[in-house]
């Protein structure tokens, strides 16, 4: 079971001589998959543990003033991704005004050295940390023998000649090309919240919706999408198939983004239940409807297009 290690106060004995990537892992994308198994490998030729230090919360999101929504998935979704993949522990470190003036020789000798006893760290070439990032991988190998770290460069290899990055990869969704994000993510890209209560059109037009606000997280292309939803929080295990519509429905004035979901043969109440829903598939961007007719007509083509699209999806 992965430890997560929050408390900067607490005994992390687990974490003196283990393997450790640094990063912050949004998205836990096929890169971040393939580091992480070398994590693990490094750490069992060791007889040691295994484990990665983000940052809590993203630095990014720490100096952004507008707190513009970004992330690829919250930090409890990104937990439990990273849980399943064998890592002895998380370690969550606090991103606050006092990390972010840290000085590279100081995060290095108080934080990696004292603090966790970190013996061997896998970054990429172009990792930077430390006071105005002015940290770079050369100076945390020549600093690390200092104190007994052992400083390893690990190169992501290219997806079909793409980069994989979670940058990358938030273009990508914010484009509508979910197919190749999902790629380079290896699962589908999904959106968790809460069902709200909404004004019930889509009840109204003969296809009820669940609500769900996006939180801090990267807001997709405006349009409707293939998905498979999931009732998190309920015994309910089955996956559904959805059309998923993702904007500000401008057919009825509204401005505020959310997704609404068409749950295929679904009637159950799941008001304040969490679900997640999959992108599978973008189908058509969004659309002002000049009439609610042409809206049902419309909704009646994407549903039969999205359960055509959905029938060679494993569940």
Same mark, same amino acid.
């Given at each position: 079971?992965?430890?997560?290690?929050?408390?900067?106060?607490?005994?992390?004995?687990?974490?003196?001589?283990?393997?450790?990537?640094?990063?912050? &892992?949004?998205?836990?994308?096929?890169?971040?998959? =393939?580091?992480?198994?070398?994590?693990?490998?490094?750490?069992?030729?060791? $007889?040691?543990?295994?484990?990665?230090?983000?940052?809590?919360?993203?630095?990014?999101?720490?100096?952004?003033?507008?707190?513009?929504? @970004?992330?690829?998935?919250?930090?409890?979704?990104?937990? /439990?991704?990273?849980?399943?993949?064998?890592?002895?522990?998380?370690?969550?470190?606090?991103?606050? /005004?006092?990390?972010? $003036?840290?000085?590279?020789? %100081?995060?290095? !000798?108080?934080?990696?050295?004292?603090?966790?006893?970190?013996?061997?760290?896998?970054?990429? *070439?172009?990792?930077?940390?430390?006071? #105005?990032?002015?940290?770079?991988?050369?100076?945390?190998? /020549?600093?690390?023998?200092?104190?007994?770290?052992?400083? !390893?460069? &690990?190169?992501?290899?290219?997806?079909?000649?793409? $980069?994989?990055?979670?940058?990358?990869?938030?273009?990508?969704?914010?484009?509508?090309?979910?197919?190749? #994000?999902?790629?380079?993510?290896?699962?589908?890209?999904?959106?968790?919240?809460?069902? +709200?209560?909404?004004?019930?059109?889509?009840?109204?037009?003969? &296809?009820?919706?669940?609500?769900?606000?996006?939180?801090?997280?990267?807001?997709?292309?405006?349009?409707?999408?293939?998905?498979?939803?999931?009732?998190?929080?309920?015994?309910?295990?089955?996956?559904?198939?959805? #059309? %998923?519509?993702?904007?500000?429905?401008?057919? &009825?004035?509204?401005?505020?983004?959310?997704?609404?979901?068409?749950?295929?043969?679904?009637?159950?109440?799941?008001?304040?239940?969490?679900?997640?829903?999959?992108?599978?598939? @973008?189908?058509? =961007?969004?659309?002002?409807?000049?009439?609610?007719?042409?809206?049902?007509? *419309?909704?009646?083509?994407?549903?039969? +297009?999205?359960?055509?699209?959905?029938?060679?999806? /494993?569940?």
């Amino acid at each position: 079971m992965t430890q997560i290690i929050n408390d900067m106060n607490a005994d992390n004995t687990i974490t003196f001589g283990s393997v450790v990537a640094i990063g912050n &892992f949004d998205g836990v994308h096929i890169g971040h998959q =393939s580091l992480i198994k070398l994590i693990i490998e490094r750490a069992k030729s060791k $007889n040691s543990n295994s484990g990665i230090l983000s940052f809590e919360p993203h630095p990014r999101e720490f100096f952004d003033k507008q707190k513009q929504s @970004f992330k690829l998935m919250s930090t409890e979704s990104r937990r /439990k991704k990273l849980s399943k993949t064998g890592l002895d522990f998380i370690i969550e470190f606090p991103f606050n /005004k006092s990390v972010a $003036n840290m000085e590279p020789s %100081t995060f290095i !000798e108080d934080i990696l050295h004292e603090k966790f006893g970190i013996t061997h760290i896998i970054i990429g *070439q172009d990792f930077k940390f430390g006071k #105005a990032r002015s940290g770079n991988a050369d100076m945390l190998k /020549k600093l690390g023998k200092t104190f007994g770290i052992k400083v !390893e460069i &690990f190169e992501i290899k290219k997806n079909r000649n793409l $980069n994989i990055s979670s940058s990358r990869i938030r273009d990508l969704i914010k484009t509508g090309e979910v197919g190749t #994000a999902n790629d380079l993510l290896g699962s589908c890209h999904s959106v968790i919240g809460k069902v +709200q209560k909404g004004e019930q059109r889509g009840r109204k037009l003969g &296809f009820p919706t669940a609500n769900i606000q996006f939180g801090k997280c990267i807001i997709p292309c405006f349009g409707v999408y293939a998905s498979r939803v999931r009732i998190l929080n309920a015994h309910d295990k089955k996956i559904y198939d959805g #059309a %998923t519509s993702i904007g500000t429905r401008p057919t &009825f004035g509204i401005n505020h983004p959310n997704l609404e979901v068409y749950i295929f043969e679904f009637d159950k109440d799941i008001y304040g239940l969490e679900i997640e829903v999959e992108l599978n598939f @973008f189908v058509r =961007s969004e659309i002002t409807f000049s009439d609610t007719k042409a809206l049902i007509r *419309q909704m009646e083509e994407d549903c039969t +297009q999205i359960k055509e699209l959905l029938k060679g999806v /494993k569940k």
